[in-house]
């Protein structure tokens, strides 16, 4: 088979053996650094990916994205404004809500909570209607004063399905000869779920028309008019709708927003740390090049006398040097995706337990791989091996052969 001079030579000195053993092996522990840092890079990004992943899942899904509102929380004609705000291509649903701050009440013990009135029908993008693991949503019906509520809620409440709780409400409250006096009724418990997340001990869950009249506020009025997105990032880049007036929107960055810069603080971090170690490597392929191209000097200057161009020996010994820089990012990318595919695995098998929910038990470790991300890196690292050879390359086109072959 027919090969370029350049590239002929090249891939026969990355098999050939030195003179000098110490080379070959910096040109050895060149091509381990690139492979440990690619490989901890994939792994550790795809980890931090998985978590980013699980925190929008969890949290994300469980709040609204979009609220809009007014002073008084108390929207009319609320309806009219859902087919404008569906046209916005962001938007994936708008469900309409009524939402206090209340007291759970039971035998236990007391439990304050955000409850939600909503409209079981309309109630779907939310992750707690796919995450109710007893009972039904279809439950909360009209004047019926079903509750559902979370797993820890439960817990701390000690009360399980047909059980029954006190709301009791401090929005709807009454002033009487005995004083203001809280809005508050007893509710069925029909339903309850688990999200894995602080909802799960927070939030509880009523028909529409029931939170209405537990606020005692007029049954075609809501409080909230929530939006939710195909994605909750969409939210940075979205132009907001035209709100009528005296209604304001507002978004979960406003709640959430430090969580989710944190995070994405620290996962650049960790893809700065991690390429640094990438970068040490390329400055092993470096040193193993220069040091080639001094064990080579002889050989090279033969080279020249036979009138190979200077072009041509900086190629050959590119190639060399890049030679160990494609296989540890190769080799690397490989490893990075075996390992992070079956970290949990891994992590059983020698003993470890990183992660543990509130029970005792033991998570998995969440892995998501971005193909984009994982391009990147792998030609990132072959592009910093090739960068690492061209100033050796250089020197090797400017051999002297009388000055090599003085000596020989």
Request: hydrophobic share 45%; net charge neutral; glycine share 8%.
């Amino acid at each position: 088979m027919f090969y370029p001079l350049s590239l002929f030579i090249g891939l026969r000195y990355t098999k050939s053996k030195r003179n000098n053993k110490f080379v070959s092996f910096v040109s050895l522990f060149s091509t381990g650094g690139i492979t440990l840092g690619v490989l901890a890079l994939i792994t550790v990004l795809s980890v931090m990916n998985g978590f980013e992943h699980e925190l929008k899942t969890r949290i994300l899904g469980a709040v609204p994205h979009a609220i809009i509102s007014n002073e008084s929380h108390q929207l009319s004609d609320w309806e009219m404004q859902i087919p404008e705000l569906l046209k916005i291509e962001a938007v994936k649903s708008v469900e309409p809500v009524v939402r206090s701050e209340a007291i759970l009440q039971t035998q236990s013990g007391l439990q304050g909570v955000v409850f939600e009135g909503v409209d079981p029908q309309l109630y779907s993008s939310n992750i707690v209607a796919s995450n109710i693991y007893a009972g039904q949503l279809s439950d909360l019906k009209a004047d019926a004063f079903n509750i559902v509520i979370g797993q820890g809620l439960a817990r701390e409440l000690g009360v399980n399905l047909g059980s029954k709780v006190r709301v009791i409400s401090a929005r709807g409250s009454l002033f009487t000869p005995l004083g203001r006096m809280p809005s508050q009724r007893n509710f069925k418990v029909v339903g309850l779920f688990n999200v894995g997340s602080d909802v799960d001990s927070q939030l509880a869950l009523m028909h529409i028309q029931d939170a209405a009249k537990l606020i005692r506020i007029d049954k075609a009025q809501i409080t909230d008019l929530r939006l939710y997105f195909n994605d909750p990032f969409d939210i940075q880049s979205w132009t907001p709708p035209r709100l009528k007036e005296g209604q304001f929107l507002t978004d979960w960055r406003k709640t959430h927003g430090e969580l989710f810069a944190a995070v994405k603080m620290e996962k650049n971090m960790i893809w700065l740390l991690l390429c640094l170690i990438i970068c040490v490597a390329a400055f092993n392929i470096l040193s193993s090049s220069v040091m080639v191209v001094s064990d080579k000097n002889g050989e090279v200057a033969i080279l020249k006398t036979l009138g190979i161009s200077g072009k041509t020996l900086n190629l050959i010994f590119i190639i060399q040097g890049a030679w160990s820089g494609i296989i540890g990012a190769l080799i690397g990318t490989s490893l990075g995706l075996l390992l992070s595919s079956y970290i949990n695995e891994t992590l059983s098998f020698l003993g470890l337990h990183l992660l543990s929910d509130a029970s005792g038990g033991e998570r998995i470790l969440p892995v998501m791989h971005e193909p984009l991300q994982i391009l990147v890196i792998m030609f990132g690292a072959m592009l910093l091996s090739l960068l690492a050879t061209l100033y050796p390359a250089y020197r090797a086109g400017k051999v002297s052969p009388v000055e090599a072959l003085r000596y020989e």
